[in-house]
């Protein structure tokens, strides 16, 4: 689901959507059964295809995509968020007052100065703002960590790849 920050836009909003039941199935309101576990499988022939350069045929694998969404919402006790028999659509991150209750989906890359600390900002608040706002995916991006012995405890070096689908508007 996270193949949103890498491009894989089409990718993310199909895998939204088993990562809702699967959701269900974590939280103990669904049990996993059989039907369950053949379009987990089907949905993994669908994300394949939809990384795959050569597959020439997208028609026929949205339709695919769009059968196994319908089914696994059918499955949850979802409502059919599709029922128009189309595909699913990549989600815009562009967002008027009009869409207001449209869900986007969001990539935000969040990566505080250094000195983030000496203006008193605690970054964690700010992450969890965003959490209050719908669905959110946060990944650490530590790859600018420096050694241990080289690690100044007053700069921060941490930053934030984050998904958030949310019907609130870009402000």
């Known amino acids: ?14 895998t939204h959507e088993v ?52 089914s696994l919402q059918v499955l949850s006790g979802a409502d059919a968020a599709l029922d128009d028999g189309s595909a699913p659509q990549e ?23 250094e000195d983030i600390f000496a203006t008193g900002t605690n970054p964690v608040h700010l992450l969890e703002d965003l959490r209050e706002l719908g669905d959110c995916n946060i990944i650490a991006m530590n790859d600018e960590i420096p050694r241990l012995s080289e690690l100044d405890p007053e700069q921060f070096h941490i930053g934030w790849e984050i998904l958030l689908t949310t019907d609130r508007g870009k402000e």
């Open 1 to 14: 689901g996270s193949g949103a920050m890498f491009g894989f836009d089409r990718v993310s909003t199909f």
């Open 19 to 70: 990562e809702t039941v699967f959701e269900k199935v974590r939280s103990g309101t669904m049990e996993a059964s059989r039907e369950l576990i053949d379009l987990t499988l089907a949905s993994r022939d669908i994300i394949l295809g939809m990384l795959d350069p050569n597959t020439e045929d997208s028609v026929a694998s949205d339709e695919e995509a769009q059968r196994i969404v319908s």
């Open 91 to 113: 989600e815009e991150s562009q967002h008027t007052d009009d869409e207001e209750s449209l869900e986007t989906t969001w990539r935000i890359r969040f990566k505080p100065t």
